[in-house]
């Protein structure tokens, strides 16, 4: 039996524990509204309290879309930020991601726009996808840049809306910033085998998020290495864990998007596990990796 692929850094190791007494490691196993309440408890317990002065506000993109806006007391940015949470397309929500979204929207003295998209398996593609573009439209009618980020299937819808809007020439999306994202890779090859049972999510994980998902094959959006030109898109950070099987995923498409002729910041966290923004506090190379994507993104908005 091939020994299971684990990092020695004791903070993400504290972390990972934590989190397998919330979620468990088969929680795709389990039916929506189970896995749904386990995720909730796991964000709860996860949960810090946002910077000093920082204003919240709730509110609906078409009529239907659930957005919240968060302003931080010191602003030094015209540039909106647009974060996309991750969650394999089945589960998180406004309340999931809310302190990340807070500490990145200060760290980057800008505005950030987090949405609830529908999601997986009652909405399966392209719903989440239509959810986050229609609040794109929206972002770029304010006539600000925007930044995209996106982390895990955050960083899958953040990356093809990135694509899209090139795609359809409109103007205004200033960069992105993907987190561990899953970008369409074949399951059977690289990180995907090394990886296969790494701790936080496994290659049969991502298998099933992505049968609940139900995109397409030649659904390019959706599968953004799968896009035969990346020419012409906004400058990139991209971030990969090494015990993750989405890593070569955020290798390929930064290499592909650097010989694409696009300006790329590539990190890769060498002892970090998927998901492991919410290990900021427990981990010392979680701290490092989340300081240096909230740097990438000030740069970013504050060009």
């Known amino acids: 039996m091939t020994e299971r692929p684990m990092p020695t850094e004791p903070g993400i190791l504290a972390f990972h524990k934590r989190c397998e007494d919330f979620y468990p490691a088969d929680a795709v196993d389990a039916d929506i509204v189970q896995q749904r309440a386990w995720y909730d408890a796991l964000c709860a317990a ?24 968060y302003c931080p007391a010191r602003v030094t940015s015209e540039t909106r930020l647009f974060y996309i949470h991750g969650g394999g397309f089945v589960v998180g929500s406004l309340d999931s991601h809310d302190a990340i979204c807070a500490e990145i929207a200060e760290a ?5 726009v987090s949405v609830d998209y529908r999601l997986s398996p009652e909405h399966a593609w392209p719903a989440a996808f239509d959810d986050c573009w229609a609040v794109l439209m929206e972002l770029l009618l304010e006539r600000h ?4 980020i996106g982390d895990s ?12 809007a090139r795609d359809e020439g409109l103007k205004g999306v200033a960069g992105q910033a993907l987190v561990y994202p899953g970008l369409g ?39 953004p290495l799968r896009a035969e030109n ?74």
């Not at 996860?46 to 919240?68: E, H, N, S, T, Y």
């Not at 980057?108 to 950030?112: D, H, T, V």
């Not at 015990?243 to 010989?259: G, K, N, Q, S, V």
């Open 46 to 69: 996860f949960d810090a309290p946002p910077p000093a002065g920082m204003a919240k506000r709730d509110g609906l993109v078409a009529g239907r879309i659930p957005v919240r806006r």
């Open 230 to 303: 990346l020419a012409g898109l906004p400058p990139a950070f991209i971030t990969g864990a090494f015990f993750d099987p989405l890593r070569d995923d955020a290798r390929a498409y930064a290499a592909r998007l650097i010989l694409a002729g696009v300006p790329v910041e590539y990190r890769e966290e060498r002892q970090m596990i998927h998901a492991w923004l919410r290990a900021r506090f427990m981990s010392e190379g979680a701290k490092a990796g989340f300081a240096a994507l909230c740097d990438a993104v000030r740069r970013m908005a504050n060009p």
């Open 145 to 148: 840049p925007v930044v995209m």
């Open 153 to 164: 299937a955050g960083g899958n819808l953040a990356a093809g809306l990135v694509l899209k």
């Open 185 to 223: 890779g074949d399951l059977v090859s690289g990180s995907y085998v090394e990886m296969a049972e790494a701790p936080g999510l496994s290659t049969a994980d991502v298998a099933y998020y992505r049968e609940v998902y139900k995109a397409p094959e030649d659904a390019v959006h959706a599968f």
């Open 108 to 112: 980057a003295g800008a505005e950030l």
